[in-house]
T-cell receptor, first 107, second 118 residues
Framework: KNEVEQSPQNLTAQEGEFITINCSYSVGISALHWLQQHPGGGIVSLFMLSSGKKKHGRLIATINIQEKHSSLHITASHPRDSAVYICAVMGGNKLVFGAGTILRVKS | NAGVMQNPRHLVRRRGQEARLRCSPMKGHSHVYWYRQLPEEGLKFMVYLQKENIIDESGMPKERFSAEFPKEGPSILRIQQVVRGDSAAYFC????????????????FGPGTRLTVT
């Protein structure tokens, strides 16, 4: 079993839909990151959180430390949100990454 | 304030040659991390460095790979005698000093170096 599991692996949505991507982890962590990667592109850090909830524009990230679970929500999705979304947990000195969720938003 | 810089962005090497990948952290950041993304695979930790020190190299292959972060200049990831299996995207990230606490600091990623071994 991987230390970080994401679901779903692939997600296709219609423009305007509300999207949720889930992340579960099995190790103790000091923080959790949500990252965005476009095809052939670099990696952008969307959020780092260790408790509660953070919001930035149409993106919302939540974490439940007791349940070892985090969710990334996208409200009013847009085709430009199409990308790979990666959950990564900080344990010790390094990030451990999930496999990523491939999101495609159709217009 | 420039972000994390990596160069080159694309690097082509023949089997047996050496590859040198450079990473300049964000201004004020003294912690550097290297990650590798193999084709169709997820990101994997390679090494964590502070200035002049390797803190954690548990993700580095035992042979041919080395990393340094000198007092002056960028961090360097060096791959000797490259093989086709080394073809991947190599990402560097940096974060600020941790002041000796257990607090986690956000990591900022560079654009990556895409290494192709022919």
């Amino acid at each position: 079993k991987n230390e970080v599991e994401q679901s779903p692996q692939n997600l296709t949505a219609q423009e305007g839909e509300f999207i949720t991507i889930n992340c579960s982890y099995s190790v103790g962590i000091s923080a959790l990151h949500w990252l965005q990667q476009h095809p052939g592109g670099g990696i952008v850090s969307l959020f780092m959180l260790s408790s509660g909830k953070k919001k930035h524009g149409r993106l919302i990230a939540t974490i439940n430390i007791q349940e070892k679970h985090s969710s990334l929500h996208i409200t009013a999705s847009h085709p430009r949100d199409s990308a790979v979304y990666i959950c990564a947990v900080m344990g010790g000195n390094k990030l451990v990454f999930g496999a990523g969720t491939i999101l495609r938003v159709k217009s | 304030n420039a972000g994390v810089m990596q160069n080159p962005r694309h690097l082509v090497r023949r089997r047996g040659q050496e590859a040198r990948l450079r990473c300049s952290p964000m201004k004020g950041h003294s912690h550097v991390y290297w990650y590798r993304q193999l084709p169709e695979e997820g990101l994997k930790f390679m090494v964590y460095l502070q200035k002049e020190n390797i803190i954690d190299e548990s993700g580095m292959p035992k042979e041919r790979f080395s990393a340094e972060f000198p007092k002056e200049g960028p961090s360097i990831l060096r791959i000797q005698q490259v093989v086709r299996g080394d073809s991947a995207a190599y990402f560097c990230a940096s974060s600020p000093r941790d002041r000796g606490t257990s607090r986690a600091y956000e990591q900022y990623f560079g654009p990556g170096t895409r290494l192709t071994v022919t």
